[in-house]
């Protein structure tokens, strides 16, 4: 409790009072009730920045990835994490690991979509399922893997379909790293247990 106060004292102290007051609306409230908030940027047309880094590996299908690599994520994750892996491996998204010493730090994921009506775009990649095991947060990893996403689909995919990522409204380190990658807002949506409630877009 006390953590907690703490927490929100500094807040205020960093961003003010009315700040504080719509963040816990969000987080706390609306998150109970199950209504989301999130912003979506689109990344820019052109990306010819080459991947320096060999921290990540993308997989396309199961059989890639390695035994070593597996027995990793049933221990971190769990048998049916891996299960949901082959599930969505299987369904054109791409499976992509970070890692730090050789260790499974994070993970992420492409995913192929069409025919979505929440967004105004028949057909395009999204950027989600970004996890980074608490212990590795802090090292860029999230940013990092957004450059390497765009890599893969630019270097390996159709790269002439739009590159969707999205975040929570409060989930402020999320929406930073999208801004260094140099997406591009393009609007807002608001939904209630996935069911769309209202979305503004400006392409």
Known sequence: MKKSLKKI?????????????SYLLVTVILNKIGVEINAVYRAPEIFDKESKTSIFSFFMNFHMISE?????????????????IKCKLEH????????????????FWIKYIEGERK????????????YTQPEYRGKGLQRKSIDYRRY?????????????????????SSLNNIKKCHFN???????????????????
């Open 92 to 107: 054109r998204e791409i499976f992509v690991i970070g890692y730090v010493d050789n260790n499974i730090a994070s993970t």
């Open 152 to 172: 893969v689909i630019s270097h390996h995919l159709t790269s002439t379909i739009p590159v969707i990522i999205e975040s929570s409204v409060t989930n402020l």
């Open 9 to 21: 004292l500094t807040r205020i102290r960093h961003h003010g009072l009315l700040s504080t007051i």
């Open 119 to 130: 967004f105004p775009f028949q057909t395009f990649y999204l950027l989600c399922g970004d």
């Open 185 to 203: 807002k393009i609007g807002v949506y608001i939904s209630y247990h996935e069911k769309l409630l209202y979305s503004n877009f400006n392409i």
């Open 68 to 84: 070593h690599d597996k027995t990793l994520l049933e221990k971190e994750y769990g048998i049916d994490y891996i299960n949901k």
